[in-house]
């Protein structure tokens, strides 16, 4: 059942023009594939900070530790540019 339907979208699909196909495309797969690739993102960087080697050296992007320490630095920053 389920073949059948995505057969019949395949051919909606294929019988449209090239540029209609595109647009497509671009507005469905676009947002999904970025969706995706943030989960990803987020996994590989909790798991990173979880089987790394210094479980307690790094904490995952945006979380509260790593929000203060991009404060510190940005301050160790300036404060090294102007000397």
Not at 50 to 70: K, L, N, Q, R, S
Not at 76 to 82: M, P, R
């Amino acid at each position: 059942m389920v073949a059948e339907w995505w057969n019949g979208v395949e051919l909606w699909v294929s019988g449209l023009a090239f540029p209609l196909q595109f647009a497509l495309v671009m507005v469905l797969l676009g947002p999904f594939c970025v969706v995706v690739a943030w989960a990803i993102d987020r996994a590989v960087d909790h798991a990173s900070t979880w089987f790394g080697p210094a479980p307690g050296d790094e904490e995952p992007i945006g979380t509260e530790h790593a929000e203060d320490a991009d404060g510190e630095r940005s301050a160790d920053l300036v404060d090294s540019a102007s000397r």
